[in-house]
């Protein structure tokens, strides 16, 4: 059995709003009023919307019709009535189909499976009465779905099966929840680390050690992020707590241990403790933040004098090591190797993909990333080979 992750589900209120903006959008060339200014002809048209999305789910057309929607100030007031047809719907919301359909695929994706290898499909919610909805999920998994359980109960049976399953010794069925997104912490330069992979089975508990990123820091700043994006600023902030009474010490020095553990409810405790005090510090994360862009980016400058370093190991510093010494020679490399063959148009091509090797390489020594690392040294390996061999045969 596969899911979606809760957050890309759609609502019924998307397609309400598109029958809403349809509306608004005729009266107005008709009027030269927009109704989304007097918020009882808004609540009207929402209302309105809503029942004739439902309406449409059983019959090819129906009426909206909102006697004295709004009134023009001349002791006139003005009526509204549309007839809105199935098919003028699907067309209004077809991306929002489409979309339905991409939920589907990246659930397939990210729980490695192929269409055909689903036993069954069940909808869930009431938007999938539309018919529109209906015939793009049997067109995608090539076949009906089951209408065997009720679209508004499914997720109440399905919350009754897994509370039954954790209180009972024997059971037939194991259901496994996930983590629909990574977890990890913002670090020094707005990267994101990620702690807990996204589809990890819960409970888990993962721990990290990281260190200060600036001299003298007796304070750290943890910010708590989920998401699937290397750059912190591009994923979401669940919150963010303070460590504060570390030691006076060069950057690097003073270990710092991150655990993220998630209980069978769901619920994130995010701990923070200095390895050399055992002073702790920690926060549970219960929901989104709610905070505006703009607040959750002057967040984050302000926390930047604060943020950890990942620890740097002895395998990371060698791969550096090794690294740096290939991006040397190669540079010194690169004015005989241009005097060569820079005139040819297989050179200069040679030579942009040295550079970009070159670049790659910085990049993943300044993010730390070990792994990448070790394999930019094999193309930095390939790279200063060929340019001792293009050198030694022009001598």
């Not at 049997?138 to 779905?145: K, L, S, T, V, W």
């Not at 010794?169 to 912490?185: C, N, Q, R, S």
């Not at 055992?278 to 505006?292: C, D, E, F, N, P």
């Amino acid at each position: 059995m596969i899911s979606t992750t809760g957050d890309t589900f759609l609502g019924g209120e998307d397609f309400d709003a598109r029958i809403i903006d349809w509306l608004v959008q005729s009266f107005q060339e008709e009027q030269d009023i927009d109704l989304r200014q007097d918020r009882m002809a808004l609540q009207r048209l929402r209302d309105a919307a809503e029942k004739a999305k439902c309406e449409l789910s059983s019959v090819r057309e129906t009426e909206i019709n909102l006697p004295f929607i709004i009134s023009t100030g001349r002791n006139e007031a003005l009526h509204l009535q549309r007839a809105l047809s199935r098919d003028t719907l699907e067309t209004l919301a077809e991306d929002l189909v489409e979309r339905t359909v991409d939920i589907c695929r990246q659930a397939l994706a990210d729980a490695k499976l192929d269409a055909d290898e689903i036993e069954d499909v069940i909808l869930v919610g009431g938007m999938t009465r539309m018919p529109a909805i209906q015939r793009a999920v049997a067109d995608f998994f090539q076949r009906e779905p089951n209408k065997g359980v009720h679209p508004d109960e499914v997720v109440a049976l399905g919350a009754g099966i897994q509370g039954a399953a954790l209180i009972e010794d024997k059971h037939e069925m194991i259901l496994l929840d996930v983590t629909p997104h990574a977890l990890g912490i913002m670090t020094f330069g707005s990267y994101f680390e990620e702690l807990v992979p996204q589809n990890t089975t819960v409970p888990t508990s993962r721990t990290k050690i990281f260190t200060t990123s600036r001299d003298n820091q007796t304070a750290v700043k943890i910010l708590v992020m989920q998401g699937e994006s290397k750059k912190a600023d591009e994923n979401e902030l669940l919150g963010e707590f303070i460590l504060t009474g570390l030691r006076r010490a060069p950057k690097g020095h003073v270990e710092i241990e991150v655990t993220f553990e998630i209980n069978t409810d769901g619920i994130v405790s995010v701990h923070a403790k200095d390895l050399e005090t055992g002073q702790a510090q920690s926060i549970q994360v219960t929901a989104t933040s709610g905070l505006t862009q703009d607040e959750i980016k002057n967040m984050m400058e302000s926390a930047r004098d604060y943020m950890v370093e990942r620890r740097t190991d002895e395998k990371f510093e060698a791969a550096r090591q090794e690294a740096e010494t290939l991006i040397d020679e190669i540079e010194q490399l690169f004015p005989e190797v241009e005097r060569v063959v820079g005139s040819a148009d297989f050179g200069r091509d040679a030579i942009t993909k040295a550079r970009s090797v070159l670049d790659k390489a910085r990049k993943a020594i300044e993010q730390k990333d070990t792994e990448a690392v070790q394999a930019q040294v094999e193309q930095l390996s390939r790279t200063q080979r060929m340019f001792k061999g293009v050198v030694a045969r022009a001598q």
